[in-house]
Structure formats: C-alpha cells, structure tokens
C-alpha cells in the first residue's frame, strides 16, 4: 500500500490494511479463495488499468495497444503451454461471463444442456433457475448418488442419450472427488454434444499433475484464473483450434467489450508462476493437506460428504447434530478464526438459505507454507468448535491457537502483523 492512498483516501486505505490483518490471523479455508503473489497484484494494479483494447492482439479496435498487445499474447502462450491447449482466450472477466460465452457459442435461447445441479455441488451457470443459464436455456440437471454422493457416469449417459443435449458441462463448486471428464467427452461425443469443461476449482490441480486434466479431449474448457491456480480474479477458455473462432466472436464482441488488461498482466503473471517446478510440489500438497484435514476431522466425529476428498475442497455435513446449522457452525467457525462458507449437502432437507453444510480447502493454507501436522492441528480445532457452537469460550481458546499458527505462516513477510 503507498503513503498516498492513505494520505488521500484513509477510509478505503484502512479498510485494505485491515483485511490484510484480518488474512494474515485467520485460516482462510473458503476453497475458492486464495493468496495471490506480489508480482502478480503488482501487474494487476499496474498502468495497464489505464487502457481500452477492445479486439484481440494486432486487430484492436482503438490505438496505443502495441504493449498490450505483448501481454495478451504472453498470457495465451502461457495459457496453452501451460495446459497443452491448441487455442486460448483470456479475456473473460470472469468465470459466469466465461460460461455465458460458450454458452453464446453453442446454444440459442431454449436449446437444451446438462449440467450438474447446484444442491449436488455444481455452479449457478451449471442451470440453476435463478441464474440466466435455467432462464434462457432447457437444462436437463443431473446429479450425485444419493447413498455413495458420487457421480454416477451410467447415470449422466443415460439422461444424455434420452434429451439429447446440444451441450453437457462437467466440472463442479461442491464436489470433493475427482471428475472424470474423459466420460464426459465420451458421453458427448456419443449423443452429438459440445462438451464444457468447467476446472475452475481445480484447475492449479490440473496444471500441478495433482487432478486429471481435461486436455487435450475435451471440446471447451473454462477456468477461473484465481483458486487453485493463484492468480487474479479473472478467467479463460480454452478450446481446440476448430471452435477458436466461435469462442473469440463470443467473447467479443459477443459478450463483453474491452479486456482488463491490467488483470491480464496479472493472469499471464500467474500463469508463468505455474509453469515453474514448485507449482507441481503446491498442487500435490494441497491434495495431501486436504486429504489429511479430511481425515483429522473424520476421526474427531465430524461427517464428511463422500467419506472423504480427492482434491482441494472437503464439504461437511452437519445433518447428523442437526438440520440447516451451515450458517450458524460458519458464524462460529470464524469466531473461532477459521473462515469458511456455509453450503448445501446433496439432497438436504433445509433450503439454500439455512443449509446443512460447511465447505472448506486447503489451498490458502498451503500457499501459507502449512502441510499435514498443521492440518491434523486445525481438524482438531474444528471439530471442538462444531461440537460446541454456542461456547464462546472455546471460541475464544480456538482463535488464540489460531492466531499463534498464523504468526507461524506469514501470508506476506513484513506486512500484515
């Protein structure tokens, strides 16, 4: 933060000083957050925000673009050597508009798609009814198993052959196992469908080798360029080289006008960060963290959605002490130190509004440096808090032993303390 921001606007420079030190002394475990690097809030909040490029690299639409130009580049020959894409766009600002694109690609208004209902842990573009994706569109919703909670693949094929989508979308928010989208391209391929591949929460699992990829099968994939993947709140999609025109024409003009070439600094920053070996030993410690939280807080009596997790994000369920107590073991959970989300279970009783689930992951964490002793620690710490929601003297015993981790893990060193 410079002198002049606090000189000249304190209200908002405090504001920003104190989330700092509110991330810095809690355990932020929402999974879809997590700590960018410097170098990449340095190009995020560069003079690039100056600037309007609507078009793509070397067909602009306005003058001055030749520096922007070289970043929007590097970040999409990153993009794809990163994931062994043939073609990328990163100009979505983010991963609803990213979707609505493709959506805007493939389909018209009432064409009918798959996708996987938001109860069961897909996203609001996924067809929610509230969302333009159920209000425009015919969505045919598929689902977990009720007993195992997984995936069912015959299941989504047998859906997929009896509506015959123009589209199905793989890819979750809520969802703590693997996803297989290699059947998803199959089913697709089998009933004449484009395949959407949503990786958003795992693609930094994806490029770190720690979650099966996508590519180079799958017809259109998107991904948010933050979570997993530790860059700015921003998007892409990317796709094999015969849609690249319909993809790009969605984007713009189709959709959304001027790129934020400030974020695409960033996202191109982000993605260098991902092709360096330290980002594969990362992925792999996020699993391996999740894993051994999942299984501090199983021991400790906590139930968990699926038994377990195979990647970043573990839901838990909360049915068995009571329903829709999501929110209130959340608000506890964060006096405690401990920021996390309230979230629906698969087929749960109460509403979206008072749900039965908690939703945390571990990739802040292991971006802190914390591996499997500090996760069987925080498992510990969470289960007593769960357990005794009203005991704001647990609480209170909680937070300090949080607090004292967190001096241990700087988010930043020198700042935040």
């Not at 979707?99 to 929610?128: I, Q």
């Not at 984007?251 to 360096?276: M, N, R, W, Y």
């Not at 509403?351 to 925080?378: A, D, H, N, Q, W």
Request: proline share 6%; aromatic share 6%; net charge neutral.
């Amino acid at each position: 933060m410079t002198a002049k921001l606090k000189q000249h606007d304190p209200e908002i420079a405090s504001a920003i000083a104190n989330d700092l030190k509110r991330q810095q002394r809690n355990l932020l475990m929402i999974p879809s957050e997590n700590y960018a690097s410097e170098d990449v809030m340095e190009a995020t909040g560069s003079v690039l925000a100056n600037k309007y490029s609507e078009g793509y690299p070397g067909k602009r639409y306005y003058q001055g673009n030749e520096f922007a130009d070289v970043v929007e580049n590097a970040a999409i020959e990153r993009a794809k050597r990163l994931f062994g894409a043939e073609h990328a766009n990163v100009q979505p600002y983010s991963g609803s508009p990213a979707n609505a694109a493709v959506f805007l690609a493939f389909l018209r208004p009432g064409d009918t798609f798959m996708g996987f209902e938001l109860k069961c842990g897909g996203h609001l573009t996924h067809g929610s009814p509230v969302n333009f994706s159920g209000l425009i569109y015919s969505v045919v919703p598929y689902g977990v198993d009720e007993k195992t909670e997984r995936l069912d693949m015959e299941e989504v094929r047998r859906l997929a052959r009896e509506r015959k989508p123009k589209l199905i979308i793989s890819g979750s928010t809520a969802y703590p196992r693997q996803i297989d989208f290699k059947a998803f391209q199959e089913i697709a391929e089998e009933v004449g469908a484009i395949h959407l591949a949503d990786m958003s929460h795992v693609s930094g699992l994806v490029a770190g080798g720690a979650h099966p990829s996508p590519f180079p099968f799958t017809d259109v994939v998107m991904t948010t360029t933050h979570k997993t993947l530790r860059g700015p709140r921003g998007a892409m999609i990317l796709c094999k080289e015969k849609y690249a025109k319909q993809i790009d024409k969605a984007v713009f003009p189709g959709s959304q006008g001027g790129p934020h070439d400030h974020t695409t600094a960033g996202i191109a920053v982000a993605l260098k960060e991902a092709l360096e070996p330290g980002f594969r030993d990362y992925a792999h410690q996020v699993v391996a963290n999740a894993k051994a939280l999942a299984h501090a807080l199983t021991e400790h009596g906590i139930r968990l959605v699926t038994g377990g997790t195979d990647n970043h994000l573990i839901l838990i369920d909360l049915r068995p002490m009571g329903i829709g107590l999501g929110k209130q073991a959340a608000v506890a959970l964060e006096a405690a130190g401990v920021i996390t989300n309230c979230n629906t279970v698969p087929y749960d009783p109460s509403t979206p509004f008072k749900p039965s689930g908690v939703r945390i992951g571990t990739p802040s964490l292991t971006t802190r440096g914390m591996k499997e002793p500090e996760m069987r620690m925080i498992g510990e710490w969470m289960a007593s808090v769960l357990k005794g929601m009203g005991d704001a003297q647990l609480q209170a015993q909680v937070r300090a032993k949080v607090e004292a981790l967190c001096e241990r893990f700087p988010i930043y060193e020198g700042l935040g303390k």
